[in-house]
């Protein structure tokens, strides 16, 4: 098949073209040729999203792609080790919600970039940077994966590192600090995963003579291997696959972010701008969650299943810790950066229930819930720092401690944050508490004690986000603001976008449900094959 005539190329292609097109062009149409683009890539997911539905076969999984393309691409030996790397793209029931996700959050990101100084170079790199993401979550060949995993580092490196606050930290900018705290990061769990991914290749080629890196390839039951692999300094044996696991989720882990490796992320969304903010916090995160699914869960499901226990305890420290931490914040972002870490800890806590040995009832319900909840997470975060952003834009600040009241200047934001908030904290009838709903009752039934303690930390987010907002619109009113106005009509687009989203995931489910299921029950018959 001809690589260009595939819509899943176009999807990666439309960012980068919009990319150059806005270099190219005057500022003025620069912002107009983004949104263009940016639009366009929207509007191709949801070609592809609505075909997939219209045929009528359901959105498959990782072995029956309802849309794919796979040819050749590196094909090489060095000596008598061959290296293969594929051009193998394809979307199912789990990638497709984020690729729409990805698109609809890069669009609103360009509406609210509108006024950035250097507009031309900031729009241009917020375009990469979906084209990297896109890439991720489309690629099907592990090498390939990796690639785009890579890509995605520099644009959002110099997108904090130059339109980030100056703020100081540690005698430099805190844009420049924080820009190089995530690179090196996200760049030492990359070690891991391309070990990983290079192990669980060689091992491939010596147990099978295939040389592959095709996730659907390792996806059948017949290709998995494990064995148990000594390992000289420690004395002891452990099994392949927990060791690549391991290896992969390292990189996973950084990203997701799971404690202790989380502390790039308060500093990242402290000092970038409010879209960066956005997409990092409704996007990028989802990468770690996503490639927890798709690459460990899927093709190391007894690596998964070894780890279940650490992986649920780090999943209830990560949702305590981040919620606690968040009581004790003064900067609105900073709260929302930690929150997330509290929430994706509930994606944690889904996957490792599914990986136990319970009820496979229970088990899908729990997996469920945690993929919903990178979807929904990705909105209503979205929402929180447009939210943050038109507040800091306005008002110069972002210190919970010198606003007061100024819910009387700002009526429009302040229904819009309330209601963000209201979502984050699952209130029922909207998109957070169908996710956290999912995510508990699955779990439960496996993992009781923590789950329990995971359900009772909800009254602390209810607790930071309530008195956020109290403190910020509803005290008494501050004089200061006498002159504070109301979120413009630009800054409302993507405000209202998403509130709408947030309502109709939370009333109406069953259409996002239907699609992630198929692919989350061949993960789960095929990761209980190989368990029992």
Known sequence: MNILASDLTWIILLPVIGALVVL????????????????????????????????????????????????????????????????FLGVDGLSLPLVVLNALLSMLSVIGGWQKIRVKEYLGLLLLLEAAVMGVFLSLDLLLFFLFW??????????????????????????????????????????????????????????HNAATASMPYFALTE???????????LGATAGLQLITFLLIYTAFAVKIPMFPLHTWLPDAHTDAPTEVSVILAGVLLKMGAYGLIRVCFTLLPMGVH?????????????????????????????????????????ILLGVAAAASSGSIAFRTA????????MFSHGIITGLLFFCVGVISDHAHTRDIAVFGGIAKKMPLLATLFTFAALASLGLPGLAGFVAEYMTFTGSFQELNVITTISVFTMILTAAYLLW??????????????????????????????????????GIYPKPLIDVITPSLGQLLHTATAMIK
């Not at 494990?226 to 000289?232: D, K, S, W």
């Open 24 to 87: 190219a062009t005057p500022a003025r149409t620069a912002r107009w040729m983004a949104l263009l683009f940016s639009a366009a890539a929207l509007a191709l997911s949801l070609v592809i999203f609505f075909r997939i539905l219209a045929a009528g076969q359901g959105f498959g999984d990782l072995t029956h792609l309802p849309d794919s393309i796979h040819t050749p691409w590196i094909d090489f030996n060095a000596g008598s080790i061959p290296f293969k790397i594929d051009y």
């Open 150 to 207: 890579e890509l995605e580092l520099a644009p959002m490196f110099l997108l904090i590192g130059i339109w980030g606050y100056d703020t100081m930290k540690h005698g430099v900018p805190g844009r420049i600090y924080s820009a190089w705290k995530f690179l090196l990061y996200t760049f030492f769990g990359s070690i891991f995963m391309l070990a990983g991914i290079l192990l669980l290749y060689f091992t491939n080629i010596s147990h």
């Open 223 to 233: 290709h998995m291997f494990n064995g148990v692999v000594n390992i000289p300094i």
């Open 306 to 346: 070894d780890f279940a226990g650490p992986l649920a305890v780090l999943a209830v420290i990560n949702i305590i810790y981040g919620a606690g931490i968040c009581l004790v914040q003064t900067d609105m972002k900073r709260l929302i950066a930690y929150s997330s870490v509290s929430h994706m800890g509930i």
């Open 366 to 373: 729990a997996l469920t819930g945690a993929t919903i909840q």
């Open 468 to 505: 956020m907002l109290k403190r910020v619109f509803y005290d008494p009113f501050n004089a200061k603001w006498n002159g504070l106005g109301d979120a413009n009509l630009r800054e409302l687009v993507p405000l209202f976008a998403l509130a709408a989203l947030i309502v109709l995931v």
